[in-house]
């Protein structure tokens, strides 16, 4: 059993920036593939970005270019750099975890395949 604890989530007004972390329970989240979602108020959870064990990471069509997900496997912490925020961007951040393998290579987006998940941290953004 992983746990994960996300900080970092705040107000913040349009064009402005925040970095997301989650904290991982386990000291072998190197072999994890790592994940941020959201869900905006009204809409379902849709995927952000994932990581693969490397530091490879895909990201959704619509942050490319503005988010960056990187870890620190050292420190066991996934990170989200957020930059631009815009309002469309408001919702509760949620980071996943999944182990498929001694190793993750292709990190998948899809979110029933993760069976780890924090909490959730709150970024709105707002002016």
């Known amino acids: 059993q992983v746990q994960l604890v996300e900080s970092g989530g705040g107000s913040v007004q349009p064009g402005g920036s925040l970095r997301l972390s989650c904290v991982a329970s386990?000291?072998?989240?190197?072999?994890?593939?790592m994940a941020w979602f959201r869900q905006a108020p009204g809409k379902q959870r849709e995927a952000v970005g994932a990581i693969d064990s490397r530091g490879l990471t895909r990201s959704a069509d619509s942050v490319k270019g503005l988010f960056t997900i990187s870890r620190d496997n050292a420190k066991n912490i996934l990170y989200l750099e957020m930059n631009s925020l815009k309002p469309e961007d408001t919702a509760l951040y949620y980071c996943a975890a999944l182990k498929d393998g001694d190793y993750c290579v292709v990190p998948p987006l899809t979110q029933s395949r993760y069976p780890y998940w924090g909490q959730g941290t709150q970024v709105t953004v707002s002016s």
């Open positions: 386990t000291t072998t989240i190197s072999r994890y593939c």
